[in-house]
């Protein structure tokens, strides 16, 4: 009974006027970087991008109440309640927080580098408009739980955080990830992390079909989901294996090369891939398989993109948001891979891949979409989940499908009713760009305000925080 009492003295104070948006209680430190702090929060005269699928609104009210959208519409017809901060965003495009589906804490690059990010890359995810972020595989699964027990105390600025175990692969050199021998193994591990707090596993490249099986096991008993950067394993016998989703699309799917031998991970045949008729039987076939188990697949357009000569164009925000060494690093990186561009297949393969998501999504495929911010290190956190925006419209996609990719499509993989779209009800989870986004792809990039519970953290500030962190910490 005495909870209840306390819990109505909560429910007067919040519905005070004046009080604040919804959310946990905010430290200092992220008090900091929060520009909009109202009960109620009406946006006016916005461009919207709902993230339904739908095209672009113009002249649109967002009204934000109590962290939550309570509605949205013309601007000729929305009722701003009295109370409301309203702020006139003419000029401006809202499109749903973004939900980063392969959205790691930590980084690498083609140098040797392997840092975890718990400063840097919760903030520029923020920063960039990504909201939401499944980690997709942890090199430092604890690191993680402690991040996201710290962002949902408002303790630190960050995205909502949807956290992976280790990940499970089979023998590999490489020290940072689990190698699992037998589904015994298997199935220890993910109990073990699932009680720690791991909602997702990401099986990797050398995994078998026996222990992925075991995985998926395990894991669906404890309501916890797997997804896999694939090679061993093809996407059809993954499918028919149990697993949840998929990543990095057609390259991570090797089940194309000619003589692949069960279990073992082939090298890409370029040739084939490059060959290869997304609207053809074999293409439509994993499709038809995915489509049937409801298999989503994420696309990472980003991090492929740093391996073409000179794209992406270079970045000053990327620049500076590296420290003085990653940034030579990545520099030289670039200079290598312009020098040898004449014999660079990467071109020709990303546009491959682009048309295999194009095919999935028309066969009824469930695309998300996320940075992973690995590879040569070009792709950063959240400014390389605005990348796959660009790169999505550049695959053929219209804007507002991108925008549900890379929202509402990454809400539904999580289970996430509540967030996703610009919807009466819904959390109030939004982006707030300076430019016309549907007109101009780039405008992703011109974040001013990113509203988080329905508070708004000033992008700016979270960017201005972090330069020079990426690759220390
Ligand atoms: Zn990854």
């Known amino acids: 009974m005495r909870a209840q009492g306390l819990s109505l003295v909560i429910a007067a104070l919040v519905a005070w006027p004046g009080a604040v948006a919804q959310g946990p209680p905010l430290s200092e430190l992220t008090k900091s970087f929060v520009s909009v702090d109202a009960q109620v929060v009406a946006l006016t005269h916005v461009t919207v991008i709902d993230g339904t699928g739908a095209g672009p609104k113009a002249d649109q009210t967002v009204v934000i ?66 909201t939401s972020i499944r980690t997709t595989g942890s090199i430092s699964p604890y690191a993680e739980i402690s991040l996201k027990d710290q962002i949902e105390k408002g303790k630190v600025p960050g995205p909502r955080m949807h956290i992976s175990g280790p990940y499970l692969t089979g023998p590999d050199d490489v020290v940072e990830r689990m190698h699992i021998t037998t589904p015994e193994q298997a199935r220890r591990v993910v109990n073990y992390w699932a009680d720690e707090g791991a909602t997702w596993f990401k099986v990797y490249t050398e995994i078998s079909r026996a222990n ?44 194309y090369v000619p003589g692949k031998q069960p279990d073992a991970c082939p090298a890409m045949d370029r040739a084939t891939y490059l060959a290869l008729d997304v609207n053809g039987p074999r293409a439509q076939e994993t499709f038809k398989a995915m489509v049937a188990k409801g298999v989503p697949m994420t696309s990472t357009l980003a991090v492929y993109e740093i391996s073409i000569p000179n ?149 700016p500030k979270l960017i201005e925080s972090v330069k020079g962190l990426v690759g220390i910490r």
């Open 65 to 130: 109440s109590n962290g939550r959208i309570s509605a949205v519409g013309p601007f000729a017809s929305v009722n701003i309640p009295a109370n409301a901060t309203v702020l006139d965003r003419s000029g401006h495009t809202v499109i749903p927080g973004l939900v980063g589906m392969h959205d790691h804490t930590f980084y690498t690059n083609s140098a040797g580098r392997r840092a975890q990010l718990n400063t840097s890359a919760p903030r520029l995810y923020l920063a960039a408009g990504v």
């Open 212 to 255: 992925l099986r075991a995985i998926t096991d395990a894991a669906h008993k404890r309501g916890v989901k797997v997804t896999g950067h694939l090679c061993s394993v093809g996407y059809k016998e993954a499918v028919e294996a149990g697993i949840d989703a998929l990543e990095h699309g057609l390259m991570a799917n090797l089940e």
């Open 311 to 459: 794209r992406p164009p270079l970045d000053q925000r990327v620049l500076d948001a590296m420290s003085t060494d990653v940034r030579a690093e990545y520099v030289a990186t670039r200079e290598r891979l312009a020098a040898n561009a004449a014999n660079n297949p990467s071109l020709a393969m990303l546009k491959k891949a682009m048309e295999y998501e194009l095919a999935f999504v028309k066969a009824g495929g469930t695309l998300a979409a996320g940075v992973d911010p690995t590879g040569n290190g070009g792709a950063l956190p959240g400014y390389g989940d605005q990348r796959n925006y660009e790169l999505l419209i550049e695959a053929g996609f219209q804007p507002g499908q991108v925008v549900q990719i890379m929202s509402a499509n990454g809400a539904k993989v999580l289970g996430q009713k509540d967030l996703g779209t610009v919807q009466n009800g819904k959390i109030a989870d939004l982006v707030l760009l300076r430019g016309d986004l549907a007109a101009n792809p780039v405008a992703i990039r011109n974040v001013v305000t990113v509203f988080k519970d329905g508070r708004g953290f000033d992008a």
